[in-house]
C-alpha cells in the first residue's frame, strides 16, 4: 500500500508558529521551539499596540535566532479584540493565520477533557491545532473590499436598530389606538405615515380636530387618499377614544409613538445612505474591470451584490 504525504505549508516556509488566545484586555501567547530538544515558550502581555508590536519583534528575532524564516501567528477571532495583533502581524511581514473556534473547543476536550476557559491553555490548543495544519486563511481586504464589508456590518447594524423600533412602535400603537383594524403595513404607507406625522396616530388628538378638520388634512398631506380610508381611520379612532384614557397618560403614549417613528426613520435613512455608498463603491469596482457579477434589473439589486462580493469570483456574507 502505497501512503502520500502533503507537505505542510508551515514546515515548507520553515515558520515559527506562535499561538494566541486573545482577551479584551490580554494576550496569551504558546509557542515550541527546537528539534531534538523541545523548549515550550509561554507569555502574557496587554493587548496595547506599543506592547504587540515590541513582542512581535522580539519573537521574530528569536525565530532567526533559531534558524527559523520568520513567524506565523495564529489565533482564532475573538470578537475584534484579535484584530491588532493581526493587523499589526501583517504589516510587519508576518504569516497570520485563524483557527476555528469550534475546532479548538473540541480539541480542548481531547487534550485535557475540560471545557472551563483557561486562556495560557487555550493559547496551547490553538498551537497544537495549527502544527496539524487545522488552519484558516487571515483574509487581508483591498480598500474597496474592506469598507464594503464595514458598510455591510453598519447595514446590518442599523437594520436591528430599525427594527427594534417599529417592533416597540407597534407596541404603543396598539395601546393608543387600540381598535385599529387594518394590517401593520398600513403605518408604512403614505396614509399611516400621514397619520403617525400630523396626529402621533392619537386617536383622542385626531377626534379633537373634528371630523371635516381630519378630512382636510388627511387630503392635504396626501393627494390621493381615498374616501373609504379616511372614514376607516375616523371610525376606528371613534372606538379607540371610549376606553377613555386620562390625558396625561395619552400625551405621554402619543410622545413616545413619536419618538419611536423619528427612530424609525432616522435607520431607515441611514439604511438607505449606506445602500447608496456600496451601490457606488460597487460600481466602481466594476469600472476598475474588477471580475464581479454585472447588475441585471429585476433579478439581484445591485446593494445585494455589493453585500457579498469579494476579491476572488466566490461569495460569502460579510
Same mark, same amino acid.
Given at each position: 500500500m502505497k501512503? *502520500?504525504?502533503?507537505? !505542510?505549508?508551515?514546515?515548507?516556509?520553515n515558520w515559527l508558529n506562535i499561538a494566541f488566545d486573545v482577551s479584551k484586555d490580554n494576550l496569551h501567547m504558546y509557542t515550541e521551539t527546537g528539534k531534538e530538544s523541545i523548549s515550550c515558550i509561554a507569555d502574557s502581555f496587554s493587548n496595547k499596540t506599543a506592547v504587540i508590536v515590541e513582542k512581535l519583534e522580539s519573537m521574530d528575532r528569536m525565530a532567526r535566532r533559531e534558524d527559523y524564516k520568520g513567524i506565523h501567528i495564529i489565533c482564532e477571532p475573538s470578537g475584534g479584540y484579535e484584530s491588532k495583533l493581526m493587523t499589526l502581524a501583517t504589516k510587519q511581514g508576518h504569516a497570520t493565520s485563524y483557527v476555528s473556534g469550534e475546532a479548538s473547543n473540541k480539541f480542548k476536550m481531547v487534550e485535557d477533557n475540560s471545557e472551563e476557559k483557561s486562556d495560557p491553555r487555550d493559547a496551547r490548543v490553538i498551537f497544537k491545532l495549527a502544527r496539524y495544519g487545522k488552519f484558516l486563511k487571515y483574509r487581508q481586504l483591498d480598500e474597496e473590499?474592506?469598507?464594503?464589508?464595514h458598510y455591510n456590518r453598519m447595514h446590518e447594524q442599523e437594520q436591528e436598530l430599525r427594527n427594534y423600533a417599529?417592533? #416597540?412602535l407597534h407596541h404603543e400603537l396598539k395601546v393608543l389606538f387600540s381598535e385599529q383594524d387594518w394590517k401593520e403595513a398600513f403605518w408604512y404607507g403614505v396614509s399611516g405615515r400621514a397619520v403617525l406625522k400630523i396626529y402621533q396616530a392619537n386617536p383622542?388628538?385626531?377626534? %379633537?380636530?373634528?371630523k371635516a378638520r381630519f378630512s382636510q388634512r388627511m387630503k392635504k398631506a396626501v393627494r390621493c387618499i381615498?374616501?373609504? *380610508?379616511?372614514?376607516?381611520?375616523?371610525?376606528n379612532a371613534f372606538a379607540s377614544v371610549k376606553l377613555s384614557y386620562d390625558p396625561t397618560l395619552t400625551d405621554l403614549l402619543a410622545s413616545r409613538i413619536k419618538q419611536l417613528w423619528e !427612530?424609525? %426613520?432616522l435607520?431607515? #435613512?441611514?439604511i438607505k445612505s449606506i445602500k447608496q455608498q456600496m451601490a457606488g463603491i460597487y460600481r466602481g469596482l466594476l469600472d476598475q474591470g474588477e471580475q464581479l457579477p454585472p447588475v441585471i434589473k429585476g433579478f439581484v439589486s445591485i446593494e445585494n451584490l455589493a453585500r457579498i462580493c469579494r476579491r476572488d469570483r466566490s461569495f460569502y456574507r460579510f
Open positions: 501512503i *502520500t504525504y502533503k507537505i !505542510d505549508k508551515i514546515k515548507r516556509n473590499y474592506n469598507q464594503l464589508r417599529r417592533s #416597540q383622542y388628538k385626531i377626534l %379633537q380636530a373634528g381615498r374616501k373609504v *380610508t379616511i372614514e376607516r381611520v375616523w371610525s !427612530d424609525f %426613520q435607520h431607515e #435613512q441611514r
